[in-house]
């Protein structure tokens, strides 16, 4: 059984599905996380041992020290003495400015490192410290994994170590076609499903809906917003100051493995991220068969095109809110849509096949 050491945030949703399917295929996982709470997420997954060191919470919010946080040298001596101990096969880091790192410091080959987004896009723009630990930490790698194109072209910026494309992949069987047989056909509900920060779009998306309801037409419109995140507050203060806090539900966090049934109340999926490296919430939506309308940036390129998603621009409620009505006024042929984008989902990135591209890679590295 090949041991793989993770260093990860054990709390992510991306983690906690690699983790689970990487258990499912037989291998051994120790993984290594550091956050501000413990965690008992992994406490009944088969050959999966899960060391969480806590650290102060103000210290690991703050965004100046995002890979201080993860450096700091009382946890990494005990973080490296115990994958010295386990003595892993493979080393694999989730994020590269933070555990890649200190991956990067442990010394370990094979190492590869996940680059998910963020830590590529924003984190060697906030000062040259910031881009010399990412070209490091990417450098050290044996070789790098991208959940795109558009992050692969990204990271190459910074290193020229080998990059592989290895999508999240969607559970195809979970997020199956809604039926809506309990959906209220009075009502229209827009959803979508992010995490509550300013990059993904959600006030475009509030300030569209408000606009729309501005039409007594439009009156029944209801706004289903699944998330949380430090963001919301100001969420919530702008829809009272827009008269709409009513119309919306904001439902707080909801784990992967409930969202299913948020996504049957949905007539229409709108995922309004002014950046993103890969659209995660999109896939959901396509693979349930609901139309999608999401804003036109690279990684939602990456995940359908126009005869799947119908695009709008970045930022623009406006150009949103149109495109919001013109779904509602020809449903059918954006229902059409919807039935293409499944099939892509099932062609390109299920759970399966993706999981199975990580799962070579790794008998590569150890053949």
Same mark, same amino acid.
């Given at each position: 059984?090949?041991?793989?050491?993770?260093?990860?945030?054990?709390?992510?949703?991306?983690?906690? =599905?690699?983790? =689970?399917?990487?258990?499912?295929?037989?291998?051994?996982?120790?993984?290594?996380?550091?956050?501000?709470?413990?965690?008992?997420?992994?406490?009944?997954?088969?050959?999966?041992?899960?060391?969480?060191?806590?650290?102060?919470?103000?210290?690991?919010?703050?965004?100046?020290?995002?890979?201080?946080?993860?450096?700091?040298?009382?946890?990494?001596?005990?973080?490296?003495?115990?994958?010295?101990?386990?003595?892993?096969?493979?080393?694999?880091?989730?994020?590269?400015?933070?555990?890649?790192?200190?991956?990067?410091?442990?010394?370990?080959?094979?190492?590869?490192?996940?680059?998910?987004?963020?830590?590529?896009?924003?984190?060697?723009?906030?000062?040259?410290?910031?881009?010399?630990?990412?070209?490091?930490?990417?450098?050290?790698?044996?070789?790098?994994?991208?959940?795109?194109?558009?992050?692969?072209?990204?990271?190459?910026?910074?290193?020229?170590?080998?990059?592989?494309?290895?999508?999240?992949?969607?559970?195809?069987?979970?997020?199956?076609?809604?039926?809506?047989?309990?959906?209220?056909?009075?009502?229209?509900?827009?959803?979508?499903? =992010?995490?509550?920060?300013?990059?993904?779009?959600?006030?475009?998306?509030?300030?569209?809906?408000?606009?729309?309801?501005?039409?007594?037409?439009?009156?029944?419109?209801?706004?289903?917003?699944?998330?949380?995140?430090?963001?919301?507050?100001?969420?919530?203060?702008?829809?009272?100051?827009?008269?709409?806090?009513?119309?919306?539900?904001?439902?707080?966090?909801?784990?992967?493995?409930?969202?299913?049934?948020?996504?049957?109340?949905?007539?229409?999926?709108?995922?309004?991220?002014?950046?993103?490296?890969?659209?995660?919430?999109?896939?959901?939506?396509?693979?349930?068969?609901?139309?999608?309308?999401?804003?036109?940036?690279?990684?939602?390129?990456?995940?359908?095109?126009?005869?799947?998603?119908?695009?709008?621009?970045?930022?623009?409620?406006?150009?949103?809110?149109?495109?919001?009505?013109?779904?509602?006024?020809?449903?059918?042929?954006?229902?059409? =849509?919807?039935?293409?984008?499944?099939?892509?989902?099932?062609?390109?990135?299920?759970?399966?096949?993706?999981?199975?591209?990580?799962?070579?890679?790794?008998?590569?590295?150890?053949?």
């Amino acid at each position: 059984m090949p041991k793989l050491a993770i260093l990860a945030d054990p709390h992510s949703t991306h983690t906690i =599905k690699w983790v =689970k399917n990487l258990s499912r295929k037989g291998f051994q996982i120790l993984l290594i996380g550091i956050s501000d709470k413990p965690t008992s997420l992994y406490n009944d997954v088969p050959n999966v041992t899960c060391e969480c060191y806590i650290v102060n919470k103000k210290v690991h919010r703050k965004r100046k020290l995002d890979f201080i946080k993860l450096t700091n040298l009382k946890h990494f001596f005990k973080i490296k003495k115990t994958i010295k101990d386990y003595d892993p096969d493979i080393l694999h880091s989730f994020y590269a400015s933070s555990y890649g790192l200190i991956g990067a410091l442990c010394s370990i080959k094979p190492f590869v490192i996940s680059v998910w987004g963020s830590d590529v896009f924003e984190f060697p723009k906030k000062s040259i410290l910031h881009k010399l630990v990412l070209k490091f930490s990417l450098n050290r790698a044996t070789c790098i994994c991208a959940t795109g194109k558009g992050l692969k072209t990204e990271s190459e910026k910074y290193t020229s170590n080998k990059i592989h494309v290895i999508p999240f992949g969607i559970n195809i069987d979970y997020f199956k076609p809604v039926t809506n047989t309990q959906k209220n056909t009075i009502t229209i509900t827009i959803g979508t499903v =992010k995490h509550f920060k300013k990059i993904y779009g959600i006030e475009t998306l509030i300030k569209s809906i408000s606009k729309l309801k501005e039409d007594k037409n439009y009156s029944n419109l209801k706004l289903l917003l699944i998330g949380d995140g430090e963001e919301k507050k100001n969420y919530i203060k702008l829809a009272n100051k827009l008269g709409i806090v009513n119309d919306i539900n904001f439902t707080g966090f909801i784990s992967n493995e409930q969202l299913h049934p948020q996504y049957q109340k949905m007539d229409i999926v709108v995922i309004p991220s002014i950046r993103e490296s890969f659209g995660i919430s999109v896939l959901e939506g396509m693979s349930c068969e609901i139309p999608v309308i999401a804003s036109d940036i690279s990684g939602f390129n990456e995940v359908g095109n126009t005869e799947t998603i119908t695009f709008f621009k970045p930022e623009n409620e406006i150009d949103l809110a149109n495109k919001i009505k013109a779904c509602i006024t020809d449903y059918k042929a954006y229902k059409v =849509k919807a039935v293409k984008a499944r099939k892509r989902v099932v062609n390109l990135f299920s759970e399966k096949a993706c999981l199975e591209k990580k799962v070579n890679l790794y008998k590569q590295l150890l053949s």
